[in-house]
């Protein structure tokens, strides 16, 4: 069949079929490649992460049983740690909207908003023992928005956020967390503080605020405390 | 994988596989795109030309069939005024007195499939030529067509349109899209495809149009639904490259929705007639019906996946809007960081095919070579357009709301 058909005018059929399908190879080759580099990257950063998030959190046993006294360094090492997490954290945003062929980023967000979800109560426990003053805005996303409203709101909301950490610097801990993954430990901060919709932020544990927020809004709920 | 991405990748696919069928045959025959068999026999031809209204143009398409390349005693002209409520039955009788091989048939309005059927018993002609009455075939065309017929295996020759009016930017459009529908055609003449043969001017051999029982008077495109019966039947179909016919088209666009809606119409009455047919007779089961059934389905698809864009991002620029209005810098919208990804190559791949594609097909005809910018315009902005008609023909064909639609 197929040597009749060569033979014949009727071959462009296949030589058609043949360089289509080289080319659907060649962009699902070249997409796996990089998705497979993206998702590499993330898994490393996370190794390395996780590695900084029990060195911080046996740091924070030790000011808790032994001494307050060098508090500041543990303070200054938790908004190291906030930040890098902060920055993967928009990159492992980024692939996951790239991402077409694999959907191995979903398990990694999982991972990372359990780290951040660590990170956060890492930093309220640092809080109260070394009495420090900077500002935790943990900030509970919808990593699936059900309509464009709230793709919307949180486009805005990040875009806020971000030039609110740029404006506050080390006074501010950032701490986006995907809401909508259904982990343990970010279901227990959402009925502690009582949320039932995303996107909400959380000012200093103690502040709710549903939807869109202004810059100058989040400021004054922020010195209000 | 999501649903949405295989959705794409499928559609991507098929249009570059499409893409490719045309790019080959266009290099492997570029040489041979002009060529005509060389004209051997004088066939008797009829000219038949339905006329429903056609006051203003009879008389130049009669007179242009009149100036024809070819024995005037081989030929007659049978014009049918399809009960025209307008001044066409004078001006026809006018001809008949001025040309003695011309002649009128009169009849009560009842569609141009019906009205051919009625010249049919009374064409003497070996051949019949069906002539629009705004179309005006140039000097030579008949002559470039006529020698397919010394193939046996040919049933029916069709022309290449070329549009004669173009005063607005619909009528530019029109001149760039016929030339891609005319280059199409003649590529497809290579692998026996040809499967429209166009109302301005085609021949069919008389004898096999009575024998497969006339032109279908329940299809709106009799065109169309005669050439896939001919192919049915293991004849083959031409078409003459360098035959050419002007023909008058809509200059505004309800006209050009009201005549796509009716070859949109025609064409899914001939799909749905012919489908069991798929995968079944040679060229015309293995490519024609997949090719134009899949035309059809991809032509829905893309138009939810577009409105399924416009749907999600409409709404997101709304909401961005709103909450612009509340102080948000609306320049942060745009944001965007680039990134590679699967439909990003196919879609790269896809389009600079239908670039290349349109390209090669303009440099092959009158139009001659296009920019990159009249194409993207061409492509993207008119060719959007055709899902209107397509969309308001389904409707209709699911209401079973069909009818005559060009007058």
């Known amino acids: 069949m197929v040597y009749k058909i060569m033979n014949s005018k009727f071959r462009i059929f296949l030589e058609s079929a043949i360089i ?206 | 994988m999501n649903f949405f991405t295989w959705v794409y990748v499928v559609l991507f696919f098929f249009g570059i596989f499409f893409l490719m069928i045309f790019m080959f045959l266009h290099y492997r025959n570029r040489y041979r795109l002009f060529a005509s068999p060389a004209f051997t026999k004088h066939y008797s031809v009829s000219f038949l030309v339905p006329a429903y209204n056609e006051q203003d143009s009879l008389v130049e398409t009669v007179e242009a069939i009149v100036n024809l390349n070819y024995p005037k005693d081989r030929r007659e002209i049978i014009i049918i005024n399809d009960g025209s409520r307008d001044n066409t039955k004078n001006i026809a009788l006018g001809l008949v007195k001025k040309y003695s091989n011309v002649c009128l048939l009169n009849k009560l309005n009842s569609g141009k499939a019906n009205s051919l059927n009625e010249a049919l018993k009374i064409a003497k002609g070996e051949l019949i030529a069906v002539v629009d009455a705004d179309s005006y075939p140039r000097k030579d065309s008949l002559l470039k067509m006529i020698g397919h017929f010394d193939d046996s295996s040919v049933g029916a020759v069709t022309s290449r349109v070329l549009v004669k009016n173009k005063p607005n930017w619909l009528g530019k459009f029109q001149v760039m899209d016929y030339s891609i529908i005319a280059w199409t055609r003649k590529l497809l003449d290579f692998v026996d495809s040809v499967y429209v043969t166009n109302g301005p001017l085609s021949m069919y051999r008389k004898d096999l149009v009575i024998k497969l029982g006339g032109f279908d008077p329940k299809n709106l495109t009799e065109d169309i639904e005669i050439t896939w019966h001919i192919l049915s039947k293991g004849y083959r179909t031409r078409m003459s490259y360098d035959a050419i016919v002007y023909t008058t088209v809509p200059e505004d666009l309800k006209t050009w929705i009201k005549q796509r809606v009716r070859w949109n119409l025609g064409g899914l009455q001939t799909v749905q007639k012919y489908w069991k047919a798929m995968f079944r007779e040679g060229a015309f089961g293995h490519f024609v019906i997949p090719y134009v059934t899949a035309s059809f389905i991809f032509a829905i698809i893309g138009f939810l996946l577009f409105s399924r864009y416009i749907w999600i991002k409409g709404s997101y620029n709304l909401f961005s809007w709103y909450y612009s209005l509340q102080g948000y810098p609306f320049w942060r919208y745009f944001d965007y960081t680039f990134s590679f990804t699967l439909l990003l190559f196919l879609g790269i791949c896809f389009f600079a095919l239908a670039i290349w594609y349109y390209k090669t097909g303009f440099m092959s005809s009158e139009t001659g070579n296009k920019s990159v910018i009249k194409i993207v315009g061409y492509s993207f902005f008119y060719r959007s357009l055709y899902v209107i008609p397509l969309i308001i023909a389904l409707y209709k064909l699911a209401r079973g709301d069909i009818r005559w639609y060009t007058k």
């Open chain 1, 20 to 225: 289509s399908m080289l080319v659907l190879i060649i962009g699902f080759s070249l997409g796996l490649y990089v998705e497979s580099n993206r998702n590499d990257k993330i898994i490393e950063n996370y190794r390395n992460y996780e590695i900084q998030a029990l060195d911080l959190k046996l740091q924070n046993y030790y000011y808790q049983i032994m001494d307050s006294s060098s508090c500041d360094m543990a303070i200054e090492q938790n908004f190291q740690f906030a930040d890098d997490l902060y920055l993967t954290g928009l990159e492992l945003e980024r692939f996951e909207e790239s991402n077409q062929i694999t959907d191995e980023l979903l398990r990694e967000k999982k991972r990372y908003s359990l780290l951040k979800t660590e990170l956060w109560l890492n930093t309220i426990l640092l809080k109260k023992k070394c009495d420090a003053s900077f500002d935790t805005l943990a900030y509970l996303y919808a990593g699936d928005p059900a309509n464009s409203k709230i793709v919307a709101q949180q486009k805005i909301i990040s875009n806020v956020l971000r030039d609110l950490k740029e404006q506050k610097g080390n006074n501010l801990i950032l701490l986006p967390v995907a809401g909508d993954l259904n982990l343990g430990a970010v279901e227990l901060q959402k009925r502690v503080h009582n949320i039932t919709r995303l996107p909400v932020i959380i000012i200093n544990e103690r502040i709710v605020l549903e939807g869109f927020q202004s810059m100058e809004d989040i400021k004054k709920f922020l010195s209000l405390i």
